[in-house]
């Protein structure tokens, strides 16, 4: 819907910007002037400890003079809340009492409809509710009791019950005045075709209300109680207010601590969401039984720009994410991507949580694996590639994958990315000698260390960083892309790194047009004993843990366990390249010292000018890693790990 400028305007007239930002800041007492309608408060925005953001009623805007932050009153909201421009709009006029233009009658007769069936639809989980507290609750009471879900829980969710009568609701929906077709359309009723009376659709049922994303009870979600019922879970049908496919459960809870964690967890069912938010885990929601639509990532994506897809790791959890994939790849865009997280001995998230409780559950978050390396597991683990033919088939399987993807700097990330794995497989399938894959001495050193302090300049902690930077461009092939050109004019100490810097670079310039089968092996082997040292292959342990491909990476840098976003990870990369960049510059000055005369001016005058730009440089990477360091808490936080990190990232 379009607005025009004057409803913008009354709305911003009526409610003042203050009230609006004053929900999400506290306000700094000794600088604001209410009277004035000047307010300062700590950025919402960034981490901070004195207060920058700034909000002016008078011109009813906000500007943070720390990190550049600026808008008004539906930016701001769109912003803290992840709502669209619309929505931002609706919440708004509704605040400040401004009634909003309906398009055209038929619209405003939809509307009309649709603020009918949600009455009844909230008529219907207020007697579900009450029949939950009554005596022939007791079964639903004890189901709930198993599941371990708390009355606060209970109480938050609106979790009830539908009495196993033919008719319950549909008489309590007459005494309240619903017509019987109103109730049909809701989906609460179904009339058969032969002609008999309507009934209740859901019946001896567990209740949980479906909401809308403004908290309005639109449909419901009833669990049997009966342990040879069928079908377990039955969702209220398609109706003029609910659409399966673009709806997702609990986005009205979990929009808000979504959008402060940066991440959202998709879980396959809404027990399995309620489990999970119980735990303290509140930025999740639920798919409502039916396969991913364009509509679901869109919405995901307003969440978080990397959601969490956690499904089982039995083979139905496995297909639908491949089923999901198919349906993710032709949207993918830059910045935004999808993990996946697949549970192990065939648990779902409430098993996991009420048997490890929830750093169990965390714990499998961090070992998430991106929507790349899935795809990746799935072309490859099957294929068969003992012949050119087979290997060129797989091959041109993978460029067909990624000719889907619409956003061309996404598919030309992925199609490094896949050629890098293609030359690792095929190399591996060929190399005469199957032993194990071990590492040259020169590429070990800082491998375990498992962390990395960006403040400190010896040797070791750089070549630490070097690993870093050349894993995370297998990580993020569109960062190296981004990037490649600073790689290039930088010197990796350890000589194997630099070899593979410029392999990597040969792979992505000099091979662009080439087929995988005609370059991996006239690459040294050596790059592919670097590849697994500086990412990781997987591996499995003797104790029978997987290691998933990129643990050495996530062993260095272990922010990376808890999904960052890519503007986070972008920046700590960048931060590693201006570290090793000082480096280089420290060189150079100790290079023009050791060749400085009295008589040489000009070489004391540069000497002098580099030392100052070393030490601006040195002194703002030092800001913008304490900045990072606050972030890092954040971050963590945010998915449940609460142990202070001295260290920068680890």
């Known amino acids: 819907m379009r607005f025009s400028p004057q409803i913008l305007d009354d709305i911003r007239a009526r409610l003042p910007i203050s009230d609006v930002v004053g929900r999400k800041v506290t306000w700094d007492k000794r600088k604001s002037q209410p009277g004035r309608g000047d307010f300062w408060a700590c950025c919402p925005f960034h981490s901070e400890k004195s ?14 003079f720390g990190c550049g932050a600026s808008g008004d009153h539906f930016k701001f909201l769109a912003e803290t809340e992840g709502l669209s421009f619309p929505e931002a ?15 055209d009658p038929a619209e405003a007769r939809r509307a009309a409809v649709r603020r009918t069936l949600s009455d009844v639809t909230e008529i219907a989980a207020v007697f579900f509710q009450s029949r939950l507290r009554a005596p022939e609750g007791r079964a639903a009471k004890d189901y709930i009791a198993k599941r371990g879900l708390e009355p606060v829980t209970v109480s938050k969710f609106r979790i009830g019950y539908a009495p196993n009568e033919r008719d319950a609701l549909k008489k309590h929906l007459a005494a ?30 567990l209740m949980i209300p479906i909401n809308d994303d403004r908290g309005r009870v639109i449909a419901f979600g009833g669990r049997t109680l009966d342990p040879e019922g069928t079908p377990k879970y039955l969702n209220s049908p398609e109706t003029p207010i609910f659409h399966k496919g673009s709806m997702l459960f609990n986005l009205d809870k979990a929009r808000e601590p979504a959008h402060k964690a940066g991440s959202v967890i998709v879980t396959e069912g809404y027990l399995d969401a309620i489990a999970v938010y119980q735990a303290g885990i509140e930025n999740v929601v639920a798919a409502l039984g039916t396969a991913f639509t364009e509509d679901h990532v869109h919405r995901l994506w307003r969440l978080a720009p990397e959601p969490v897809i956690c499904f089982d790791g039995d083979k139905a959890g496995i297909a639908a994410a491949h089923r999901a994939i198919d349906r993710m790849l032709p949207v993918l865009k830059s910045g935004y991507s999808f993990n996946f997280c697949f549970l192990p001995n065939g648990q779902d998230p409430d098993e996991l949580i009420r048997s490890g409780g929830r750093e169990a559950f965390l714990a499998e978050l961090q070992r998430a694996a ?9 072309e490859s683990s099957q294929a068969r590639i003992d012949t050119p033919e087979r290997k060129a088939a797989l091959e041109a399987r993978v460029d067909e994958l990624v000719r889907q993807i619409k956003d061309e700097r996404v598919a030309r990330r992925y199609r490094l990315d896949l050629r890098v794995k293609l030359s690792e497989l095929f190399w591996n399938h060929d190399r005469p000698q199957r032993g194990g894959r071990g590492t040259p001495s020169q590429a070990g050193g800082a491998a375990g260390q498992g962390t990395v302090d960006l403040r400190r300049d010896d040797e070791t902690e750089l070549a630490n960083i070097e690993r870093i930077l050349l894993g995370l461009c297998i990580e993020n092939p569109d960062l190296y892309e981004r990037h490649i050109e600073d790689l290039v004019r930088l010197e990796m100490r350890v000589a194997s790194l630099e070899e593979f810097k410029r392999a990597l670079y040969r792979i992505a310039v000099d091979f662009d047009d080439a087929s995988v089968s005609t370059f991996y092996g006239g690459l040294d082997g050596r790059f592919y004993f670097v590849l697994n040292e500086v990412h990781g292959d997987e591996q499995r342990l003797e104790t029978g843990v997987v290691l998933p491909r990129g643990h050495r990476l996530r062993e260095r840098l272990p922010i990376l366990k808890f999904h960052p976003s ?18 280089q510059l420290s060189d150079e000055i100790e290079a023009e010292l050791a060749h400085l005369s009295d008589e040489d001016g000009d070489a004391a005058t540069r000497i002098i000018e580099f030392t100052r730009e070393r030490n601006r440089r ?10 990072m360091a606050e972030e890092a808490k954040i971050i963590r936080a945010a998915h449940g790990n609460r142990t202070p990190a001295p260290q920068l990232i680890g």
């Open 370 to 378: 991106p929507l790349s390396e899935v795809l990746w597991q799935r």
């Open 89 to 103: 709009v609706e919440r708004l006029a509704q605040d400040a009492g401004v009634a909003l233009p309906v398009a």
């Open 176 to 205: 309240e005045g619903v017509p019987e077709d109103l109730a049909i359309e809701a989906g609460l009723l179904i009339r058969p075709e032969d002609g008999r009376a309507s009934y209740d659709r859901f019946r001896g049922r």
């Open 618 to 627: 040195r002194e703002e990477l030092a800001r913008k890693e304490q900045e």
């Open 51 to 64: 207060p920058s953001f700034h909000c002016d009623d008078r011109r009813g805007i906000y500007h943070c």
């Open 566 to 583: 890519p503007d986070f990870v972008e920046t700590c990369f960048v931060m590693m390249l201006e570290r090793l960049s000082l480096r």
